[in-house]
């Protein structure tokens, strides 16, 4: 399978979210994971607040939902990568990762 430009892996998707969701831009990737792609599009679900950084953040909630398994990340300005990302299957949790702070 070719790559295109704009491809991202799993890992790298996350720098692109935080990067799109600051910028207010359409949060859709084509992601290429063990040689296959697949088009992924958030979308802007609220907000909510996070503790980061040893204080309580308004952080931007965003949503994929792929049959029954569901991602979410929480986005706030001052981190580069998502605060947290949990992902469920059958409502199920299967991944939760937690940035709680930057050193």
């Keep these: ?3 295109t430009i704009g491809d991202l892996n799993p890992l790298l998707v996350n720098l692109a979210i935080v990067s ?10 084509n992601i290429v994971n063990l040689g296959k792609a697949q088009q992924t599009t958030y979308q802007v679900v609220g907000t909510e ?3 980061f950084n040893g ?3 308004n952080a931007t909630k965003i949503s994929y939902t792929n049959g029954s398994k569901q991602t979410q990340a929480w986005i706030v300005p001052d981190a580069p990568a998502p605060v947290r990302i949990q992902q469920t299957d059958n409502g199920k949790q299967t991944l939760l990762l937690v940035l709680s702070s930057l050193n």
């Design 1 to 3: 399978m070719p790559l």
């Design 20 to 29: 799109d969701v600051n910028a207010g831009n359409p949060l859709s990737y």
């Design 49 to 51: 607040a996070v503790s």
């Design 55 to 57: 204080k309580t953040e």
